[in-house]
């Protein structure tokens, strides 16, 4: 078929295929069930996801030296005191500090995080807990059912809007815990165009699995 995919028995109720950002594909079945034939049956979904991993790599592959930070590459520099200049889109870096870089990233989105998340959740009728930022492995944020907040430090490897649509659909579940259609109705007034976010999203999640300093952050 000349698709390479790997196998994985479960006790789920239905058989599900994962393809990871780097293009590895993972076939979730039950014990007995016939993982071949779901392969050839979504052949070809998976070799179009596959198709735009592969495009993805080609394009932002490049540019893994540089910062992706609020939609753009910025260029570290060394220098002997560290800043930030969006107009040139350089970031300064005494000795490869990336510990100085990852603090102030983490200062930037939490000063935007506790005023639009304090906005929304007026707006809303709804109240949170607490804010958490860290770094998650598969998701931009997630909402606990207590009410806390979490956002992965990789929003600010994104467009200020795209982190709008984020908070948005994060503080909508407080009022509405699933995806119903009450929760859609509630995003879509606030941010109508949320289902071109959700492909940018997506595109700019691969471009992170290419980008160096971004995997040097998660490390440090």
């Known amino acids: 078929m000349g698709i390479e995919y790997r196998v994985i028995l479960r006790d789920v109720k239905y058989p599900r295929i994962e393809i990871s950002p780097l293009g ?28 735009e991993i592969e495009e993805a790599k080609m394009k932002f592959l490049p540019l893994s030296n540089k910062l992706l930070l609020n939609g753009e ?17 350089v970031i300064l870096l005494p000795k490869d500090d990336l510990g100085t870089l990852k603090r102030w990233l983490k200062s930037q989105l939490r000063e935007e995080l506790e005023f639009k998340v304090r906005l929304f959740s007026s707006v809303f009728g709804v109240k949170y807990r607490k804010i958490y930022i860290r770094f998650q492995k598969t998701k931009w944020a997630s909402c606990s059912e207590k009410g806390n907040l979490s956002f992965n430090l990789m929003l600010m490897a994104l467009p200020e809007e795209l982190r709008d649509y984020i908070i948005i659909h994060e503080v909508a579940h407080l009022k509405f815990q699933k995806h119903s259609r009450a929760f859609w109705e509630l995003v879509r007034e606030y941010y109508p165009d949320y289902m071109r976010a959700q492909k940018e999203l997506r595109e700019y999640w691969l471009a992170l699995q290419y980008n160096e300093v971004w995997r040097k952050l998660r490390e440090v």
Request: proline share 7%; net charge negative; hydrophobic share 40%.
């Open 24 to 51: 590895e594909v993972k076939v979730i079945v039950p014990p007995n069930a016939d993982a071949e034939d779901l392969v050839k049956r979504k052949k070809e979904w998976i070799e179009k996801k596959i198709r």
């Open 73 to 89: 590459f910025y260029e570290l520099i060394d220098s002997e005191e560290f800043g930030v200049n969006p107009k040139f889109h």
